[in-house]
């Protein structure tokens, strides 16, 4: 390995330098407390844990994306979290006992196999909510309108957009077309790629009856504005009462979210399903102007905790913090003063030191007399006048 590979990290896993560090820190906590402030409480999940309870109930993406090592200890096969959702899940049904509604955030690194899109890291920093224990809108609406609130207090909420869609829609029609397993993963695979023309060649090969074709064959063209919920009510008359359902819920989430918030661009996608890991209802994602993946993203997984001994309803939203970081407004320079000392063991001068540090200000005192400090941006330094020190612009 050459001197200059050594430094070279790997494909899409990304480090964060100064100043960039203490923006992601400082947004971090500014979240945090902006979930505090909503009363979710903060947990803290283990990077690595046993494969299969970490893989329980997810579905293939979230495994393909699990970097999976072998436990020294004990010879058993472990995964280090692509996703912390069903993690904190896992935490709701094990550890918590209440029966009414628990709220919990969270922000840690994860660790994807593979990039989620050409543009993203493989060591994204996921900062989420999750709302268990309640099933209907008024949880879904507090988690979306979380979610925006994230997106307003990290300033970037220009011109958002938010796309609602329900796993439901697809589940039902599954249900009464009755594919096998080879089928269902081609046609969720081309599905996922909107790809009209394979969808066609699909059904054209299928068995499948004329009536569920054409509902298969609709399903990818059903996105667009509010009046695509009516359109897919008349499309699927007489399909399952659950499809029904799935789209008088999207109609009433849509209604309390635009009376939230009326300047949010609100966008159907019917087919959107987020992967298909582990969402059972709602699906959401907050998209800008200025990139082109979504920046935040959530559902509805009432699922999950079933497979830990507790069904409970859940619905929550996560987000990459470096992309927030990235696409927030630059924040305005922090008025502190960042002082120089120079290189004297002077009681005075170390009390003036620790006062001003105490304050908020940077203090940096130099090392030695004869060495160059270049790295801070000092604006003052301290300079003994008289017996005492006092401090000085640059
Ligand atoms: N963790 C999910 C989003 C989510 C959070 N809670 C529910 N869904 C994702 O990364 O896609």
Known sequence: ????????????????????????????RRLLDLYDSWGYELVMTPLIEHLNSLLVGVGRDLELSTF??????????????????????????????????????Y???????????????????????????HSGVASDVEIISLMVETLNAMQVNQELSLDLGHVGI????????????????????????????????????SDLDERMKRYLAVLPTLHGGREVLQQARECFAGVEQTIIEALDYLDALAEQISQRYPQL??????????????????????????????????????????DFGRARPATGFSADLKTLVG???????????????????????LEVVAKLRAQGERVVQLLDSAVVEDAQQFTHQ???????????SL
């Open 265 to 306: 661009d609100l966008y159907f996608d019917l087919s959107e399903l987020r992967g298909y890991n582990y969402h059972t209802g709602v699906v959401f994602a907050a998209y800008v102007p200025a990139f082109g993946q979504a920046v935040a993203k959530g559902g509805r997984y009432d699922e999950v905790g079933r």
């Open 107 to 133: 922000c840690s690194t994860v660790l994807h196999t593979l990039p989620a899109n050409p543009l993203a890291s493989r060591n994204p920093l996921q900062v989420g909510a999750e709302l268990f224990g």
């Open 1 to 28: 390995m050459s001197l200059a590979e050594r430094w070279l990290l790997p494909d899409g896993v990304k480090e964060v330098l100064p100043p960039q560090a203490q923006q992601v820190e400082t947004a971090r």
């Open 327 to 349: 696409l927030a407004a630059t924040p305005s320079k922090p008025a502190r003063k960042v002082v120089r000392v120079p290189a004297v063991e002077d009681s005075a001068a």
């Open 68 to 105: 999976k090592v072998t436990d020294q200890l004990t010879g058993r096969m472990m995964g280090i979290r692509a996703d912390i959702t069903q993690q904190v899940a896992r935490i709701d049904a094990n550890h918590l006992s209440y029966q009414g509604p628990v709220r919990l955030c």
């Open 170 to 205: 697809y589940s039902g029609l599954m249900g009464e077309a009755a594919l096998n397993a080879d089928q269902e993963a081609e046609y969720f695979e081309l599905l996922q790629r909107k790809d009209l023309p394979e969808i066609g060649r699909f059904l054209a090969e």
């Open 382 to 392: 301290l300079v003994q006048q008289d017996d005492t020190w006092v401090l000085k």
